[in-house]
């Protein structure tokens, strides 16, 4: 717990500032469906993934309806944006991601599976959260296999930390969830003292959260291949901060 409450608690990077090629099919998939699902007109700085402070988003008008609001940071692929969209047509759910080529996969996903109540955004969740989304307006916030950052000099790079815990805690309504996955042991560790240290949430049972719909993505293949079990957590955000 120690080396916990030394972690930052400004804005971290948690990803590599370089993405690989989009191949065509995800190029045609950005042309054709970002007008659909990517929200646009962010004021973003040079990287296109730091959001510089603008007023929050109107979700209201973004989703064309006032909806309980499901939010996965590190949409990857989309696999799980695409169950749950299906699964809660009567919520709202919006994505952030860092990278173009996974976005463009998403994005032909969501258009496959036929959902109209998904929206995107292209950048980094942490400043995103800060600027664009408004206290209390998030009812589920959902984490699956964040980058693990192993390395003693990168575990400050990690998504969950102590400073995006406390700024997610203020976006959360409260009683809102946050569901999290991760395949290493040693970030489940972080995750659980993290959480711990916080003191802005209660652990959940996977019963009492009603959980069971997440897919298996291709990182949890992977994981599963490699033989690492997967830890998953349910945290609840208190009453009062
Ligand atoms: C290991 S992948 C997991 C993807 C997906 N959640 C899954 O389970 O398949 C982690 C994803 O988080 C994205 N990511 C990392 N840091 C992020 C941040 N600060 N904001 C938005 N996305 C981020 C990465 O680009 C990557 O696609």
């Given at each position: 717990l120690g080396e916990v409450s030394k972690l930052p608690m400004r804005p971290v990077?948690?990803?590599?500032?370089r993405s690989p090629r989009m191949n065509d099919s995800q190029k045609a998939a950005w042309q054709r469906l970002s007008a659909q699902y990517l929200v646009g007109e962010l004021d973003r700085q040079a990287m296109a993934s730091l959001f510089v402070s603008q007023a929050p988003l109107d979700l209201v008008e973004l989703f064309g309806r006032d909806a309980p609001l499901l939010v996965e940071v590190g949409?990857?692929?989309g696999e799980n944006l695409a169950v749950e969209a299906t699964a809660r047509p009567d919520w709202n759910l919006l994505g952030f991601e860092v990278y173009d080529k996974v976005l463009g996969s998403t994005m032909s996903r969501l258009d496959r599976a036929g959902v109209a109540n998904v929206r995107l955004i292209h950048g980094d969740a942490v400043t995103g959260f800060d600027y664009l989304m408004q206290p209390q307006s998030i009812s589920e916030l959902q984490t699956y296999?964040?980058?693990?950052?192993?390395?003693a000099r990168h575990?400050?790079?990690?998504?969950?930390n102590p400073g995006f815990v406390t700024l997610a805690a203020s976006r959360l309504v409260p009683g809102g969830l946050w569901r999290l996955a991760t395949d290493w042991d040693d970030y489940a560790e972080h995750i659980a003292a993290v959480f711990d240290v916080s003191q802005l949430f209660e652990d959940v049972t996977a019963e009492q959260a009603g959980s069971g719909r997440r897919p298996v993505t291709k990182f949890e293949a992977r994981a599963k291949a490699a033989g690492r079990d997967i830890t998953e957590f349910v945290f609840r955000r208190k009453e009062t901060l």
């Open positions: 990077t948690s990803y590599v500032r949409a990857g692929s296999f964040p980058d693990p950052w192993h390395k575990v400050k790079r990690r998504l969950v």
